[in-house]
């Protein structure tokens, strides 16, 4: 048996015997492809298609809007007309009028719709058109007319020619033309006046006075004869059916004040059986003169 010593000990590796540990071993991977997996993701693409993919999107998306707008700014010349009164002429004649004020070129889109232009010709050949709503929707095509009309108030005769006029107190045209208001009480004018379709006779309170005159005998059973416009301003004269004078009003005075005073001055006449001989003013307020 050989003894061997420290420094002739062999130098490999140490056995485990002695109780330690073998050191780690390291062993490098493939450099060659590595093998395929189920599990491996799909190559995504490159950045660059995915930017111009994004930017084809919103291009389409951009023209497409622009497309809509262009679409929804042109206006059908097939308007919805609303009409509330149709005393003088049927709602297809309305509809047919605005028809044609969409018809030029200008008046197609909404970008250049002359609303203005468009209210005057409609005025100019309806006179008793007070007023002209135009709503045009943001997306629609089909425009909305809504006209306002003036109800027919009395016939106007004037350098013996009679004429319709509106709440307006606006000529809408010789009575004639319009056969179905024949029916409508008459004020006589004596202001010397020469009147013409579309002209402003009275002003809308001078008509709503008449108006509210005219209720008020009605109410009272008072059957109205005629009503005149002297030459002097703001005077109205009425005469009743049967009656031998005439009552003076003041058109810029309180209409139901007067007509109350009118018609209990004739109660009381007519109760004492004196009726007055020339007129019956009642222009002044608490106040009755007549003659």
């Keep these: 048996m050989r003894l061997l010593s420290r420094n002739n000990r062999p130098r490999g590796r140490p056995s485990a015997s002695n109780g330690q540990k073998p050191p780690p071993h390291y062993y490098a991977g493939s450099s060659g492809p590595a093998a395929a997996s189920p599990f491996q993701r799909k190559p995504t693409a490159p950045k660059s298609a995915r930017r111009v993919f994004k930017r084809i999107r919103n291009i389409l998306i951009a023209l497409i809007i622009l497309v809509g707008f262009v679409y929804s700014s042109f206006i059908k010349p097939q308007p919805k007309v609303l009409v509330a009164d149709t005393s003088y002429h049927p709602a297809s004649v309305y509809q047919s009028a605005a028809q044609t004020t ?7 889109s909404k970008l250049t719709l002359d609303r203005d232009g468009i209210s005057s010709a409609l ?9 002209v709503e135009l709503k045009i929707p943001l997306i629609s095509q089909v425009p909305t007319f809504k006209l306002n009309i003036a109800a027919p108030t009395f016939n106007l005769s004037s350098a013996n020619n009679l004429y319709v006029v509106g709440a307006n107190g606006v000529v809408v045209a010789a009575s004639g033309q319009l056969p179905n208001l024949s029916k409508l ?8 006046f020469t009147p013409s379709p579309g002209q402003q006779v009275l002003s809308t309170e001078a008509i709503a006075f008449i108006n509210t005159i ?6 009272a059973s008072v059957n109205v004869q005629s009503l005149t416009l002297p030459a002097a301003p ?15 009003f003041d058109l810029g005075g309180d209409a139901m004040l007067q007509a109350g005073q009118y018609l209990a001055a004739k109660h009381k006449f007519d109760s004492e059986n004196t009726q007055p001989s020339q007129y019956l003013d009642v222009r002044v307020v608490g106040k009755i003169y007549y003659k």
């Design 102 to 108: 969409l018809k030029s070129l200008r008046n197609r």
């Design 234 to 248: 703001q005077a109205l004269e009425l005469r009743a059916s049967g009656s031998s004078y005439f009552v003076k």
């Design 185 to 192: 009480p008459t004020v006589i004018d004596q202001s010397g």
């Design 214 to 219: 005219l209720a008020q005998c009605q109410q």
């Design 123 to 131: 005025k100019r050949q309806f006179p008793e058109i007070s007023s």
